[in-house]
């Protein structure tokens, strides 16, 4: 992404923040409040994914956390598939900010929820790829990333992501890995277009 399109991406999600905050003090019913507190939570981790500060990052996730949190305490929202996989994210992204297996785990129970409530959540799936890697879980790891590459799109989005992602490092040790990814591994100079989450 040019850093034009990436400064014009942070100033909408900026603008979009806003309307959500200012929605947020507007909104009468606890239903309508919890809705836009999962979108407002889901634009502070795009805006995180679009800032270099780790400090900021750190602020952007720990406050997107809290939203899906108070979001998911609302029965009309509480088994939502897109709060649940959002929500994951930002622990996932904190928990590898942080270096706290304990969010990673949280991250872990999240996505498990999304896929429980919709099990051909790739976003969900792919994310909880991430969280086993990290957690050194490369047999729950695999099994998930074989959903993904089986359901994958034309694209191949989640083979792309997952042959670059670093987040995966620690499965390219793996026979399992290495005979899907039998071919040369792209460099990690090479752009990863890591699927971000989506607005779905």
Known sequence: MSPENAAQRQQLLGETRKVCELGLKLAGFTGERARLRCGLGTCLVLLAQSVTDDAAKRGLYQKAIRQ????GEVESVANTPRLHTHWGVALLEYGKLTSDRQVLWQAAER???ALENDPYNLEARYNLVCVCALMNEPDNAMRNLRICLENDD???????????????????????????????????ADTLNKPTISNQ
């Not at 899906?68 to 979001?71: D, E, N």
């Open 68 to 71: 899906f949190a108070s979001a």
């Open 111 to 113: 996505l498990l929820t």
């Open 154 to 188: 034309a694209g191949r989005t989640y083979y792309q992501a997952a042959a670059r992602d670093p987040d995966l490092n620690s499965l390219r040790r793996t026979p399992a890995y290495n005979e899907i990814f039998s071919e040369k591994t792209p460099s990690s």
